[in-house]
């Protein structure tokens, strides 16, 4: 089931963030995002509306969104491949008709699920904290009918 974030959440949801943002971002140095936890923790996470996928009371995703921004969506890596970031992008436009967001030109996998989910490329920038490129997509409410049950 998907539903609202409780504070209850916060370790699991920090749990999923850090392994899956290594996991996905090798090209980055790990210690860059355990040096973020903090803020995930203090900052990003009670600023942003955010949601998790839960099962058997274990959370297995969650995506963060702050207006029309898709801030964050991650999976559990022990769980990536079965339809849970389709789910829980399912229900980021259903709350939304508009939604940009930002990821990492190298992250391949990641782009190429948000281009199936609808998104279009809108310009390519350097990322400040990183200096590794990023790619600004943009989704408007425009996909396939499946994407708006």
């Known amino acids: 089931m998907i539903r609202l974030f409780r504070e209850s959440d916060m370790d699991s949801v920090l749990d999923i ?56 969506l991650f999976v559990d890596p022990d769980h990536q491949g079965k339809g849970i970031g389709t789910r829980l992008m399912d229900k980021a436009k259903s709350l939304r008709r508009k939604i940009d967001l930002c990821v990492y030109s190298e992250n391949t996998t990641a782009l190429g699920f948000y281009v199936k989910c609808g998104f279009t490329a ?28």
């Open 17 to 72: 963030w850090l392994r899956a943002s290594i996991k996905a971002h090798d090209f980055v140095e790990k210690e860059f995002w355990q040096s973020h936890v903090k803020d995930m923790r203090e900052v990003y996470i009670p600023g942003s509306e955010t949601y998790v996928l839960e099962d058997n009371n274990q959370v297995l995703g969650f995506f963060s969104l702050y207006e029309n921004t898709l801030a964050a």
């Open 122 to 149: 809108k310009k390519e920038r350097p990322e400040p904290h990183t200096g590794h490129r990023e790619t600004l997509m943009e989704y408007t409410g425009a996909a396939s009918p499946l994407s708006q049950s």
